[in-house]
């Protein structure tokens, strides 16, 4: 089955073309409310040049709700983590949203994947609800993420029975056992020191929840899609498993992928046909060359990975993670042999750019978010995904995002650096030689003995430049003097 026009290729108008190359103008207005006199305008690009495809069709913000902050001063953010406790309030939760939804609906962002959406903490059901009517008012698809296996499930944490942790109290029984037996947990490093738990796979009762839990979800909360993890922080190593099984598994299992994934996504489909689909792979599209039998988070896909996509429904998305590409020695090159076919399914690239997962959070990434875009195209990827948790005030998480909207539009087909640094990020930074500018200071994060330079410069500028110009100077400014200020020097 295949939702309507999930392959069709986006209409994007003349005026919709000329906008993406106005995005840093119209960021300038989203941050600030209005554009400061004396700023520049973004320049135009002639309308009979310019394309009318978008070579990147799709691109979504994927978020943590304990991570998220976009209503900026107020307690309780927290900057990095995954199953973290909440420590905002509902007020706060949905105007962090909110804002983000805006956001996205200014700058063509087409769908916002959020992780511990359903929370009692937060407001549950009805929280959710009023987050929906936001998205429908910007015109944003919002997906929830579900981890089928682990991450607690369709209600992520509270008196709910489509929570996964707390059945798993209930029905110890149903859980994930390692080798030895002993059940299969996993621990929250970083903020709390709470368990939590994975369910069997391979057992029927676990099956069934999976499905009654995500058909209770689309009939109770308007959403859009949802996104679908079966889990990457350990295999179930019982016996029903282990027979089920025909090849090596890692922290996480492509036969577990094969097995559950078509199951839930027959139980989204059941109540909502068109639903936006997504499948977390954990995996690079490239084949897996390493010494190991399964490689880990990030690592190429295996020798069975094809087989096991083969069982997955037709048109939904498959998400690969675009991170190690580039790194390691020798160095991980995409290849023709990791290219993507887009006959039955729809494939994006996410990466952990500007974040503490993969550098610093809300750092500009824009060279490797160029990068991916350039190679997804080429590979056959339409769809990318970044991190959005981030509040675009901060100047190297709005540049990333604004990137993430020019680079493979319309206005950008190619992805080309030079013309985002020209046509989105010259007028937000005083000109497009500030621009490029810009970018090689930013860069000095990793040169601390240049960075005392580098301030005088940066701040010297400040004064000659339009104040929202200014202000994101400061920013980086800022942002550089943190990796090399001690107190009293």
């Not at 207005?29 to 209005?34: F, L």
Request: net charge neutral; with cysteine.
């Amino acid at each position: 089955m295949q939702p309507p026009g999930i392959f069709g290729r986006k209409a994007y108008t003349r005026r919709d073309t000329l906008r993406l190359s106005l995005g840093g103008a119209l960021a300038a207005v989203g941050a600030s409310g209005g554009r400061a006199s004396g700023e520049p305008s973004a320049s135009r690009p002639s309308e009979e040049t310019v394309p009318v495809e978008s070579p990147i069709q799709t691109r979504m913000f994927w978020t943590w709700d304990h991570s998220t902050e976009w209503k900026l001063n107020c307690p309780g953010a927290q900057t990095i983590g995954a199953c973290n406790y909440y420590s905002r309030t509902t007020e706060w939760f949905e105007e962090d949203y909110t804002r983000l939804l805006e956001f996205c609906g200014r700058h063509h962002i087409d769908a916002v994947v959020i992780w511990g959406l359903l929370r009692d903490h937060h407001g549950g059901v009805e929280s959710a609800k009023r987050l929906c009517e936001a998205a429908a008012r910007n015109k944003v698809r919002l997906l929830c993420g579900v981890g089928l296996c682990v991450y607690g499930g369709v209600y992520y944490e509270g008196d709910s029975p489509y929570s996964l942790d707390l059945r798993l109290q209930k029905h110890p029984e149903l859980k994930a056992v390692r080798a030895s037996g002993a059940p299969l947990e996993f621990r929250s490093r970083v903020y709390g020191n709470r368990t939590y738990y994975h369910a069997c796979p391979s057992r029927k009762e676990n099956q069934d929840h999976v499905a009654e839990s995500l058909e209770w979800l689309f009939k109770n909360v308007p959403l859009d899609g949802v996104q679908i993890e079966s889990g990457d922080t350990g295999v179930c190593e019982c016996k029903l498993c282990r027979d089920r099984r025909r090849h090596p598994v890692g922290k996480f299992s492509w036969e577990d992928m094969a097995l559950l994934h078509p199951m839930a996504i027959e139980a989204v489909r059941s109540v909502k046909p068109d639903a936006w689909i997504v499948c977390e792979t954990y995996s690079h599209p490239e084949p897996h060359a390493g010494p190991d039998e399964h490689p880990g988070f990030g690592g190429g896909k295996t020798a069975w990975a094809d087989e096991c996509l083969a069982g997955i429904p037709d048109g939904v998305f498959i998400e690969w993670v675009y991170d190690q590409l580039g790194k390691g020695v020798p160095k991980r090159v995409w290849t023709q042999a990791g290219n993507l076919d887009n006959t039955r399914h729809r494939h994006i690239m996410r990466a952990h750019l500007g974040t503490y997962w993969a550098g610093t959070r809300g750092e500009p990434a824009l060279d490797g978010i160029a990068e991916m875009a350039r190679e997804s195209m080429v590979h056959g990827a339409d769809g990318l995904s970044l991190f959005g948790e981030v509040s675009p005030f901060h100047t190297g998480a709005e540049l990333n995002y604004l990137g993430l909207e020019n680079l493979g539009s319309p206005a950008n087909p190619k992805a080309d650096l030079d013309v985002f640094l020209r046509e989105v990020a010259a007028p937000l930074l005083g000109g497009e030689s500030n621009a490029r500018d810009y970018l090689r200071y930013a860069k000095l994060k990793h040169q601390p003995s240049r960075i005392p330079d580098g301030l005088k410069a940066i701040y010297s500028r400040c004064g000659s430049l339009p104040p929202q110009a200014a202000r994101r100077w400061a920013w980086l400014g800022n942002f550089l003097a943190s990796f090399v200020y001690r107190e009293n020097a």
